[in-house]
């Protein structure tokens, strides 16, 4: 059996995945539940919304398990074999199931076909933001487990802008995002920060406060659309360094230019003064030996030994 066989399905609490999920599903709705494990969440949509549901699986036993509960359920992987069932669906349902996959982009494309012309999925997946994980990073840890954010199964890993990216180029525009929440205390945060010598400022509540920290798992659909070509965000902090490292490369270089220019202009400033205060030296030079200033001067010096005698009288 798989890590999930025994989840259970609780529809009094709202602030879950699956709850939030069954809402979208429509009743009486066609429903492929891919990765179905032992078809709990199958069930429930045949017993309380009236659906037809098959699933798809790879676990032998939560296959044979999922069989008791659901109309038909066929073992395929859905990334390396081919898609052979006998029905399109309203609902193609991909719970906490996407991040499994290796290769999303291509196995999203491929369950395309899965759906009819106006066939929506609806998937769940966590949030790898979400604020426990950041202070578990911040510590230096990485703790996998057998479920949650850290699943060891996990493969890929998104945040909001990834689920955005994945899902347009695999040819689905997104037609409702929502959250599931699960909020980090203040205090118990702050507990996490004071291990690595930190404390909770302004910025940090107001980061602990924001949707993109609190929110667990993203839940949405989305429907065939145009291919987008959505360039991965730049958002770690190793390419916000490089980008930075890059444009002050740039605006170094620049001013660099600017200084060395600027350098040649007051180079040939310094060498034409130069040049012109040896002309006014030699100048100076020429006329101490010239015959007029020779006796401008010898007489200047009479005229000083004059008054001076005239005072002495």
């Known amino acids: 059996m798989s890590n999930y066989s025994s ?31 032992s078809g709990v969440f199958g069930e429930a949509l045949i017993k309380q919304k ?21 109309r038909k359920v066929y073992k395929i992987n859905v990334e390396t074999d081919s898609l052979d069932v006998d029905d399109k669906y309203d609902v193609v ?21 899965l759906l009819k012309p106006d066939g929506v999925l609806i998937f769940s997946m966590p949030n790898i933001t979400h604020m426990s994980v950041r202070l578990m990073i911040l510590k230096g840890n990485i703790e996998y487990g057998r479920t949650g954010l850290l699943d060891e199964t996990h493969l890929h890993f998104y ?19 929502d959250y599931v929440v699960r909020d980090v205390p203040l205090d118990v945060a702050a507990e996490e920060l004071s291990e690595v010598g930190l404390k909770p400022t302004k910025e940090f509540r107001k980061l602990l406060q924001s ?11 989305a429907k065939p659309g145009p291919h987008v070509n ?12 490089d980008k930075h490292i890059s444009n002050w490369r740039k605006q170094n270089k620049n001013e660099y230019k600017k200084l060395e220019k600027k350098h040649t202009e007051l180079k040939n400033v310094y060498s034409k003064v130069k040049q012109e205060h040896k002309e006014a030296q030699s100048e100076v030079i ?28």
């Open 230 to 241: 959505q360039a991965l965000p730049i958002k770690s902090p190793l390419d916000i360094t």
């Open 93 to 113: 349902f991909m719970g906490d199931v996407i991040e499994h996959l290796a290769r999303p982009i291509e196995a999203l494309k491929k369950i395309r076909s």
């Open 211 to 221: 949707l993109n920290a609190a929110a667990y798992q993203f839940i949405g659909s």
């Open 159 to 177: 945040n909001k802008e990834e689920v955005y990216r994945v899902l347009n180029a695999a040819g689905y525009k997104i037609t409702k995002f």
């Open 7 to 37: 989840s259970e399905f609780n529809l009094k609490d709202t602030n879950n995945s699956w709850t939030k999920t069954f809402d979208m599903i429509p009743p009486g709705s066609s429903v492929m539940d891919i990765g179905c494990s």
């Open 286 to 313: 020429r006329l101490k030996k010239s015959r007029v200033v020779r006796l401008y001067l010898k007489g200047s010096k009479l005229t000083k030994r004059n008054e001076k005698g005239k005072k002495s009288d």
């Open 50 to 70: 009236k659906c037809t549901v098959d699933g798809i699986e790879i676990d032998d036993d939560d296959i044979k398990e999922a069989r008791k509960k659901l």
